[in-house]
């Protein structure tokens, strides 16, 4: 049955604002009016790059700050005014977080369990994220990705309702990133609901319902991963023959629709529609016997999407004159 | 649901383990009571002659009760804090249930739970190799070194904000570990200083509580002739108000701000 539209969203943020340092110009906008929504069980990526607002947007939504502005309901309540509502249905990855180094794996999750309601047993929340065997480890022993799975069993260990996942895969090895994903999609199926951070495209393409690209402190493009790609042009790329001989006067057909730059003799062309597009190319190429070198031709992805978002500039915005 | 005092103890479990690993800090807190017993000896000795009716044991077991948590928790904590702001455990355990004053708490079960233990063993010890008298108000002593702890936990914090590295706290203590020692009435009597100076001095955050952990075991904070149970609840009320006034402030002091996080 589906309850989406019945059930008030896990997460709704509008109009969200951060600033840093004084009031005025003096300070910086890290997150600059921002609107979220996060059904239940929906798995949600927060991409974008260095510096976008990502973390500084899930630490209002954890309810680790106050934002400066806006309003922010996670499960109904203000997840800083009401943590004591919030935060025993909640776990939380932070991008950097820590644990003493003296302790061992499992007098960590004993402590963290100790103040989580309805924890389930350590050995259980360890065994999820493959730490069993290191249990009797000192934390200062652990690898840096086994750090990050430490934390990972930390933030399960109360089988949250909402889990943030700060950049969860970041210093994990392929293979560890591989079993990441496959916990995050069993969680997904069993009705959790994500709200995740990360700059691997493929992982959001592999794991998001739906994603949002951040780019100075709000969101640029959001949507499911189709939706996100759609209206991007496809590419292809090739290079011309030297210009000499018989391939002096060479001239590349109307590409109706297409977009062609050239650098040199490297030409990339970007079109809506790819197969029309790549048909014509290819045609005219047999019918003069012109050889494209590094032929490559691709569909619209989420790299393309993402790094049109990055490389527009950031408005930077002054500070508070705009509202 | 877990509650204030679950969570209390089960950070204050994983506190103790981290501190009886800490082998520096272990060997400081207990080497520290012999060591202060053998230096202290002779100036309480001239002490006592001075002040007639109390004893070298007595003046010796009170220095002690206050001297003891300078370092067992003020100085320990202070470099716990640090460290565990470092290794970024105060912001992974604020994602957490624990509330701000839960997790500051909870780092001090250790040295708190070993100051208290330490100062349990002296008085034992002390009635025993001493001839201590009894305390005129035992009362006021337990509330005296309460409020020491409590204003000490408080200064631990607020050291740490000013101190980078668990190294570093070495030298950022001392100036409230001199101030307090000397000033407070731990090693020299305040009535044995200059009058304002020592008038400065009772306005000091460690003072009150010491002078009160004084006053309920000799009847009196000074060279005042000595009064009784009932008599002492009447000098020990300036002294008590003055102690949770700078508790009081070091709480609001700390809210205020304290570093979770290192500075980047």
Redesign the interface.
């Known amino acids: 049955m589906d309850t989406s539209r019945t059930e008030p969203p896990v997460i709704e943020v509008t109009g969200l604002h951060r600033h840093y340092g004084p009031a005025g110009s003096g300070g910086f906008d890290a997150v600059r009016g921002l609107d979220l929504t996060v059904r239940r069980g929906e798995l949600f990526a927060l991409l974008g790059t260095n510096g976008a607002g990502k973390t500084s947007t899930m630490e209002l939504i954890e309810g680790l700050a106050a934002p400066t502005e806006g309003r922010i309901r996670v499960l109904g309540h203000d997840p800083y005014r009401e943590r004591t509502a919030v935060r025993p249905r909640i776990g939380i990855m932070l991008q950097e977080g820590g644990f003493p180094s003296e302790l061992t794996v499992a007098e960590t999750g004993r402590a963290w369990a100790g103040m989580t309601t309805g924890a389930r047993p350590v050995d259980e929340a360890l065994d999820l994220v493959g730490l069993l065997h290191r249990r009797t480890v000192r934390v200062k022993q652990l690898s840096g990705g086994e750090r990050r799975r430490l934390d990972l069993a930390l933030a399960l260990l109360g089988r949250p309702e909402v889990l943030f996942l700060d950049e969860p895969s970041t210093g994990l090895d392929p293979e560890a990133r591989a079993a990441t994903w496959r916990l995050v999609r069993e969680l997904r199926a069993q009705g959790t609901t994500v709200l995740l951070t990360t700059h691997y495209l493929e992982e959001a393409e592999e794991l998001a319902d739906r994603l949002a690209i951040m780019h100075g402190g709000r969101i640029v493009t959001e949507g499911t991963v189709a939706e996100v790609i759609a209206g991007r042009p496809s590419r292809i790329a090739f290079e011309l023959p030297e210009r000499s001989g018989r391939f002096e006067t060479v001239a590349l057909p109307a590409l109706p629709g297409a977009e062609v730059t050239a650098e040199g003799r490297r030409i990339t062309v970007r079109t809506p529609t790819l197969q029309s597009t790549l048909t014509e190319l290819l045609g005219w190429a047999a019918r003069h016997e012109v050889p494209l070198g590094a032929l490559d031709a691709r569909s619209a992805s989420l790299e393309e999407a993402f790094l049109a978002v990055a490389s527009t500039p950031s408005t930077p915005e002054p500070t508070g004159a705009v509202r | 649901?877990?509650t204030a005092t679950?969570?209390l103890?089960?950070?204050g479990?994983?506190e103790t383990?981290?501190l009886l690993?800490?082998r520096t800090a272990l060997f400081t807190a207990l080497a520290l009571p012999p060591l202060l017993v053998v230096g202290l000896a002779e100036p309480m000795k001239q002490q006592a002659a001075d002040f007639p009716g109390i004893s070298t044991g007595g003046l010796l077991v009170t220095g002690l009760l206050g001297l003891i948590p300078m370092f067992v928790v003020y100085y320990n904590l202070t470099a716990a804090y640090v460290?565990?702001r470092g290794?970024?455990?105060l912001?992974?355990?604020?994602?957490?249930?624990?509330r701000d004053l839960e997790i500051l708490a909870g780092t001090a079960v250790p040295s708190v739970s070993l100051a208290v233990l330490l100062s349990v063993v002296l008085c034992g010890s002390g009635a025993v190799g001493l001839d201590l008298s009894l305390p005129v108000n035992p009362v006021l002593v337990i509330l005296g070194l309460a409020l020491l702890i409590a204003v000490l936990v408080g200064l631990a914090a607020l050291s740490s904000v000013i101190t980078r590295t668990v190294e570093s706290a070495g030298i950022t203590t001392l100036p409230v570990l001199l101030l307090s020692q000397f000033g407070s009435g731990m090693i020299l009597p305040l009535d044995s200083m200059p009058d304002q100076l020592a008038a400065v001095f009772r306005l000091l955050p460690t003072t009150p509580a010491f002078q009160l952990l004084r006053l309920g075991w000799f009847g009196t904070e000074g060279s005042a002739p000595a009064v009784g149970f009932a008599g002492t609840w009447a000098d020990a009320l300036p002294l008590l108000a003055l102690a949770l006034a700078w508790i009081a402030a070091a709480g609001w002091a700390t809210d205020r701000w304290f570093r979770w996080e290192p500075r980047r």
């Open positions: 649901m877990t679950s969570r103890l089960a950070l479990r994983a383990t981290l690993r800490n460290a565990r290794e970024l455990v912001k992974r355990l604020r994602t957490g249930e624990a």
